[in-house]
Structures are given as structure tokens and as C-alpha cells.
């Protein structure tokens, strides 16, 4: 029995793709939150619950299409920690704004480490360097967002913020595998 391996073009295009896709939904997630979020409605907490389900799906779809890379079983972990939150946040929200922080403050430091990991494991791809930031970046956020729960105010645009600039960084590391696509 044999067993086929994908190119790194076909894992980096299969990547590129799941990347542009993850681009846009953060974008508009991001727009959507800030305009039904304040206060906490039936459509902010549905969004909240929908972008850790979201990312869940991407991870299995990014795991699956680059098993060759490695990083299956962090992926993995990282689905079920997105789902895991995915539920806190549906509970949270019934707390009040600080409580979805904390929990998507403690999400966004565990994920940003796998992300962290991941991009270390898959830097010979080229295009992870920014996943590689952005991990780093995350867990500097979700502290922030656990800190930012305990304050006066507390409100989700940082949440909103956050999404986009993961977003921009999926989007640049899309580019940066266009180069290994096109075997540069």
C-alpha cells in the first residue's frame, strides 16, 4: 500500500484558497458585530457563537487539505477549543459583555499559541510568517480583551478590531503562497 503525498503548490494552493475565504468572512463578521453588538442582543451573540464555529470548520478544512504538512493533531486540538468556546460564549453572553470577553479573551491566547505552532511547523511554505505574527499577536489580544473584561465600559469593538486584523493577516499569508503557487 502506498501512500500519496501532496506538493507543497497543491497544500499552498488548497491553503490559499481556505485563507481568502477566512479574509472575507472576518471582514464581514467584523462589520456585522460592530453594528448589532451594542448591547448584546440575539444577533451579536448568535455572530459571537458563529466566528469560533466558523474557525472550527476552517481548521478541519485546513487539516485535512495539508496533512502532509504536520500540524493535523494541533489543528485538531484547536477545533475542539473553538467549538468548546463556542458554547462558553452562547453562556457568557447571558453574563454581560466582560464575561464574552474573558472567554474569548482565554480563546484567543490558546488558539494564537496553536496558530503560533502551526505557522513555526509550516514556515518552510513561505506563506506563514504572518500566521507565524499573528499568533503572537493573538495572545497579546486575548490578554488584553481578560483585562479589558474588569474595566468600566467593556465593550466588543475590540473584538471587532481583532477579527479584522486576523483577517488581514490570512489574507497576507493567501498572497505570500501565491508565490509558492506559482513556484517562486
Known sequence: ?????????????????LYFVRFGFALVWAGLLIATASPL????????????????????????SSKATGPALSLYVNVAISWITAVGLAFAASSGIPAVLRVWGA?????GLIQ???????????GHWPMIISGAISVVAGTSFVLQAAQEGASLVGIAGYATLGGLFFLASALRLGRVTQGL
Open 1 to 17: 500500500m502506498s501512500t500519496v503525498t501532496a506538493s507543497p503548490a497543491a497544500v499552498a494552493t488548497s491553503l490559499r484558497r
Open 107 to 111: 480563546w484567543a491566547i490558546v488558539s
Open 41 to 64: 442582543g440575539p444577533i451579536g451573540v448568535t455572530l459571537l457563537v458563529l466566528y469560533p464555529l466558523f474557525d472550527g470548520v476552517a481548521a478541519v478544512v485546513d487539516a485535512r
Open 116 to 126: 503560533l505552532a502551526v505557522g513555526v511547523i509550516r514556515r518552510d511554505l513561505n
